[in-house]
């Protein structure tokens, strides 16, 4: 069982880099589960029906969430009737969408969890105490069970890794956009990654272009933050898991830089 889970998709180049990169990578692992971040995938805010189906075209198999999910307005029409995509669980009761899925693919089934942490970010319902309540209805149903922890603090991330090792196949971080060098498998079996990085511009500041960034660093004054143009880079991880035991047996991150191709 094999997993390639692609960070968060930003703009019309993040867009390009996924339709350009995800070919080669069903090439080197054509019989994985594909699951993208696409909390960013429209103009870096949120996301359209017409973008979730385009990558579902390209192949991928399901798309997490995070704090930009409801950015969009498009998506309150279409989201409880879309099965193959969820936003944070720890969203307030009474949101539309779901925290968690079961993805099903080449004779698989994955169960995906989607949390959003609160350091730094808006003061939602404990992630900690949502992903035990989740695990308690999945328990003894999915042996597959991978969670995109959507938080800034790398601290509460390594925390929610440390939480759930053992417990589900394994843990990747997702939101600040930079890919982080730590991956892991824990002590009880679960892989593990603070970051997976961004699939979107190279050259920007966490894919917004630099003039607005900077400016606002210096001035502090409002500033609308449009999404860079340029090459891409493209972040992912991929993680094998054991079938037996459903726990992971290695975990690799992925960078393609535009025109180079890296996998550690």
């Known amino acids: 069982m094999r997993i390639v889970f692609i960070g968060d998709i930003v703009g019309a180049v993040g867009r390009k880099a996924l339709k350009e990169s995800l070919p080669k990578l069903k090439k080197l692992y054509p ?142 971080g997702t939101h600040t956009h930079v890919q982080t060098n730590d991956d892991r498998i824990l002590p009880n079996g679960t892989a593990y990654l603070t970051d997976v990085g961004m699939t979107g511009p190279r050259d920007g500041v966490l894919g917004m272009e630099r003039a607005g960034v900077l400016q606002k660093f210096k001035t502090q004054l409002p500033v609308r933050f449009v999404v860079d143009e340029g090459k891409y880079h493209f972040h992912a991880v991929t993680v094998e898991l054991d079938a037996q035991t459903g726990k992971a047996k290695s975990i690799a991150k992925i960078r393609y830089i535009e025109d180079e191709f890296v996998m550690e």
């Open 31 to 172: 019989n994985a589960i594909y699951i993208a971040n696409g909390e960013n995938a429209a103009a870096g805010r949120g996301i359209t029906a017409a973008l979730a189906k385009e990558f579902y075209d390209q192949g991928v198999h399901g798309l997490t969430m995070g704090n930009h999910t409801w950015d969009n307005k498009d998506i309150f029409e279409w989201i409880d009737d879309e099965p193959r995509i969820v936003r944070p669980a720890n969203f307030p009761q009474g949101n539309p969408g779901k925290g968690h899925m079961v993805v099903k693919a080449h004779g698989q089934e994955l169960a995906v969890i989607n949390l959003q942490g609160r350091t730094f970010l808006p003061a939602i319902d404990d992630p900690f105490r949502k992903v035990d309540d989740i695990l308690e209805q999945l328990k003894n149903k999915y042996k597959f069970i991978m969670v995109d922890f959507h938080a800034e603090a790398t601290s509460e991330k390594i925390a929610m890794g440390w939480h759930l090792d053992g417990r589900v196949s394994f843990v990747v």
